[in-house]
Structures are given as C-alpha cells and as structure tokens.
C-alpha cells in the first residue's frame, strides 16, 4: 500500500492512531427524475416524513446523551440550532413547491433549495455566520439519508482497533456520538475553525483535520491513519518508522497532557514573578464546566451573539438574562465579561428584524456596535438583560468594533438609559458595572486617548484587527496564508495598544487567537500583557508557558521584534525567544 500525507486545518489538537471508516454522503447519490403528476402530494409527504423522522432521530439522540450524563453543554444547543432549520419555512416548505411546480422527486428539490440557501450564505462576509451554512448542509444530509433509506447514525466501531472517521462533512451530531463509539478522531474534506463540528471537537478533545479536500476520495475502509490535529496533517498507510515515531508522540502527548491538568490550581506566574490573568472565552452557557476545569480565572470573552443566531426571532430580554445569570452564578464569584452582540447586516439577519437594507460588505459595514446603536430597542433589550445579571455576580460589559469617541458616548449614554428604565422597574443592578471596549480596528488603536479617558477595560481582538490591518480574510481560501499574526504591523500596533493602556493604568487583554497560541506568549509577556482570554482547552499549555518565562530576560528580545520589519527576522527572534 502506498504511503502519503494530506494537510487540512488543524480544529482540535492531540494525535490519533487507528483504522479509517468512510462515512457515506448522501449528497453525492442524489437522482432527479420526474414524477407522475398523481404522485406529487405522495412526494410531499414523503419529505415531511424524512424531516419528522430526522427531528425524532436528534431528539432521541439528546435524550439519550442526557440519560447517560454525558452531554457537553453545546451540544443542546446545535440540536435546538439544527431543528429549528429544520422547522424553517426555507427548508422545510419551499422545496414542496419546487415538487409541485417542477415535478420531481423530493431529494431533488431538497437539494435545489439546499443551494438557493447556500448562495445566501457564501454572500455573508463575517466568517462566523458564512461557516453557518455548514448547519444548513448538515441537515440536509440527514434528511437526505431518510428519504434514501439509509441510516442517520453513525457505522458501530470496529472492535479491535480504535477508528477514524473519514467524511466529506459531519455535523455536530454525528461528532457527539464520538462520545458513544470511542472513536478516535475525524477528518473531513470540508470545515473551518470557527464551525460548529469544530468547536464540538474540541469540547471532546478529539483530534481532528478538516478542510482535507479530497480525503474521502483518496481513502479508503480499513486503511491505516495517523491524525495529527496539532499539526494539521493525516498520514495515510504509514510505513513501520513512522508508526514507532508517531506512537511514541502519542504517548509523550497523552502524559503531558496529564501534567498540565495538575497545574489547573497553581496561580499564573512568570519566573520573574509577575502574576498574569487566565482566562477563558465561551459561546453559551454549557461551557461553564470546560471553564472550571481549566482553572481559568474567570470568563474574559461571552460572545453573546451565539444566542442571537439561527433562531425565529430573537431572544427576550427574559432568556437573556437567564443565560447571563446562569454564568454569572456558576462561576461564583469569578470576573464574566460579556460582550454585546457582534452581528453583521447580513440578509438573514436584516430580514429578521424587519431591516430593508442589507450591506454590500458586511465586514466593513452595519455590524457589532454600529448595528447596536442603529437598533436602539434591541440593543437596551441586551443591555436590560445584562444589567439584571450583574446583581448575581461580577459581570462587566464589552463593547465590540468600537472606532470612535462617538460611538463610545452613544453606548455609555445607551447604558444610563438601560439602568434608568431598571430603576423604574424596580429591579436590582450594580450601578458601578465596568464598561470596556475592544480594540480590533486600526483606527481604535491610533486614538486610543479618547478610548482610555472614558473606559474602564480594553480587550484586544486580534482576529479582526488582523484581518482588518492587512485586508485578509482568512477564510478566504485564496488569501488564507496572507492572514499572519506576525505580520510587522500587527506587533507594533499590539506594542501601541498594550504599551498605551499600561502607562494610563487601564487593564487590557487579548481575546483573539493569538492569546491561546503558546508559541506568541512570551511576546506577548515581553510587550507588557498580563491577562489573557482563550478557549478553555488552550488555557493549561499557556499557562505552563507563562510559569516558565522570564519577562525581564524576553523583553530585549521582543523590544527587537517591536523594531523589526523583516517578517524572517521576526520568526528567527520568535525561535529565539521560545527556546
């Protein structure tokens, strides 16, 4: 058997060892041929079977998972995501009458609106809400599989050895029942960071690769893998060495992952004693045990929009509240920062809320603040709800996008209004809530006097601020390896931004990415950042980096890197400083 590599992306780190099992796609089976007009209600009904049969299947599915307690938090929340698209006129409906105008066979017409939806979505500039679509797909795969009269769950695991799955895509329902199956990790051809298959992946902390293109094509049942999610790569049929080699990894990485957890309780210190802040990112409330298990000090990133998203209609100010609170309180008494909703002007939301104007370039349009202070009555909504919360614990308020003084008297002005209509009501608030902003476009950083006269915390989201300093869109196939954190500019603007809040004495952190890459800590150390906000599975690596490093011996190192233009000589000092 021949022996050869596929590169993907990397969405959940660790390395895998086992036989590949290939998972069918139903997508690539589907006919089209016309139906009798006599059979055109048969054919409708048809489909309404499949859709209950598949709302049945995930119910059951959950149920289950329940029973046996071993549920991850956001894994309630893809099944109530992926049934309401399956209640959704725009799935659910519209192909009928494709069926009855067209007269073709249910499949077909599924997948004829399937497209339509995808369009609509592949026109989304915010990479979060574009990877949506992927949902979309999902689902309809399921309901492709029962109008095919094949199975929705998962192949059994083989026995003898641990096994792999190969898929052209799976939704988060097929990756929980990991859970079920023991199996060892996935790859598929499709994915990006930010899906929901990816973020479910790393809840479990199975190692995966999506993104492979043609894994599904190119493998085959039976055949031997090595997935390494750490460095974006499956090796198919690897020879004798290259088994030993991985095997030993393998090991090294199970063991150290077994000493970094015995660190969960040990305060953040660098060697030179300068105490640092860990803390975590979340998207729902079910992350709060991912949170305690790493020990993080509290929440530094709640991006709230995942409420907002892929629902009928938005949240009240009631389920807000309870979802705050519910964070709030299981922490404790640790710091929760939520930020307010960062949604784009996207057609699906712009109809959801009875908006006729829908942006030409989301990325740079109506979004996060800019949309809140467009839609005063769902942004007091929002600020209602987090205000109530707040009584129940430390919570404290983030502003997103934020590119002016302006916007930030608009909002803070927003704010009063929202404790002034909580104090008619009667209801319980803490009146001293900190208010911050994020620093994630270059403008906020090359004013940022006004930003730290009138704020109380800044956070720095270093996605955007990438993205938006070199005119990337990094998931943008086409200019992905564009998109580079050690880009010159993005260190001095970093050296700005961090250098100017620690002289006014206003706390700052970095929410994006780069705070979980243990590779950029102690550069981040070394330009004076002492709090960090990462996903709940990054958070034991940096920190052993952080109990590690020596600011005083990094800093003439990353002073260096500060001066530096050349993005070599910047990997070369980057080395150096991890060495």
């Known amino acids: 058997m021949i022996s050869f590599a596929l590169h993907g992306v990397g969405v959940s780190g660790g390395i895998a060892i086992g036989r590949a099992q290939l998972v069918s796609h139903a997508m690539f089976e589907v006919a089209h041929y016309t139906v009798p007009a006599a059979r055109v209600d048969e054919e409708v009904a048809r489909l309404d079977l499949a859709i209950r049969e598949v709302q049945q299947e995930l119910a059951a599915l959950l149920g289950a998972m329940k029973r046996a ?10 099944v109530d995501v992926h049934g309401m698209i399956l209640s959704d006129p725009t799935l659910s409906e519209a192909p009928k009458k494709i069926i009855a105008e067209q007269r073709c066979n249910a499949e077909w017409a599924l997948t004829q609106q399937m497209n339509v939806l995808i369009d609509q979505f592949d026109q989304i500039e915010d990479p979060y809400l574009r990877e949506r679509k992927a949902d979309v797909v999902q689902v309809v795969e399921r309901v492709l599989k029962r109008l095919m009269g094949k199975p929705g769950t998962l192949p059994g695991a083989v026995a003898e050895e641990r096994t792999i799955l190969v898929a052209h895509d799976l939704s988060p329902a097929d990756v929980i029942q990991f859970k079920q199956h023991h199996f060892a990790a996935f790859l598929t051809d499709l994915g990006g ?29 039976g055949e031997l893998l090595i ?35 015995r660190l969960r309780g040990k305060p953040a210190q660098t ?43 938005l949240p009240t100010e009631d389920e807000q509240f309870e979802a705050y609170r519910a964070v709030a309180a299981g922490l404790a ?98 009146a001293d809530v900190e208010v911050g902003g994020m620093i994630e476009i270059p403008a906020a950083v090359l004013a940022m006097g006004g930003f730290l006269a009138k704020l109380d915390f800044l956070s720095i989201g270093t996605n955007d601020l990438i993205q938006y300093t070199l005119a990337v869109d990094r998931s943008d196939e086409a200019v992905s390896h ?12 970093l050296a700005l931004a961090i250098g100017a809040a620690n002289r006014a004495r206003v706390p700052i952190a970095v929410c994006g990415e780069m705070a979980g890459e243990v590779a950029l800590t102690r550069m981040l150390l070394g330009l004076g950042l002492r709090d960090f906000s990462m996903h709940p599975a990054d958070l034991p690596a940096v920190k052993q980096r952080v109990l590690t490093s020596d600011v005083a011996a990094s800093r003439p190192i990353v002073d260096r890197m500060k001066r530096t233009d050349s993005p070599v000589k910047l990997a070369a000092l980057l080395d150096r400083l991890n060495a």
């Open 227 to 261: 997935v390494d999610g750490t460095n974006h790569v499956v090796i198919v049929n690897p020879d004798r060495a290259v088994l030993a080699e991985y095997r030993l990894k393998q090991t090294e990485h199970d063991l150290e992952r077994q000493k970094l957890r």
């Open 333 to 430: 008494g640790k710091p929760v920062t939520i930020r307010t909703f960062d949604l784009g002007a996207d057609k699906q939301k712009a109809e959801l809320e009875g908006l006729s104007r829908v942006a030409p370039n989301p990325a740079l349009g109506l979004r996060a603040v800019r949309f809140c202070l467009a839609e005063p009555k769902l942004f007091l909504t929002q600020l209602r709800a987090i205000l109530r919360a707040t009584h129940y614990g430390r919570i404290r308020i983030l502003i997103p996008m934020l590119a002016s003084v302006a916007e930030i008297d608009a909002t803070l002005a927003m704010i009063e209004q929202a404790k002034e209509s909580l104090r008619d009501r009667g209801e319980p608030f803490d």
């Open 193 to 221: 960071v930010t899906s929901h298959t990816a973020i479910v992946a790393r809840s479990l902390a199975v190692p995966a690769v999506v993104a492979t293109h043609n894994a599904r094509q190119m493998i085959h049942d």
């Open 69 to 78: 307690g071993e549920v991850p938090g956001e894994f309630g929340a893809f």
């Open 482 to 493: 564009l998109y580079d954190p050690l880009h010159p500019a993005i260190i001095k603007l």
């Open 271 to 313: 060697l030179d004693g300068h105490r640092v802040e860990l803390n975590a990112n979340i998207e729902l409330p079910g992350d709060l045990g991912q949170v305690v298990d790493s020990g993080a000090n509290g929440v530094g990133l709640f991006r709230s929009e995942f409420l907002y998203l892929n629902r009928d209609g």
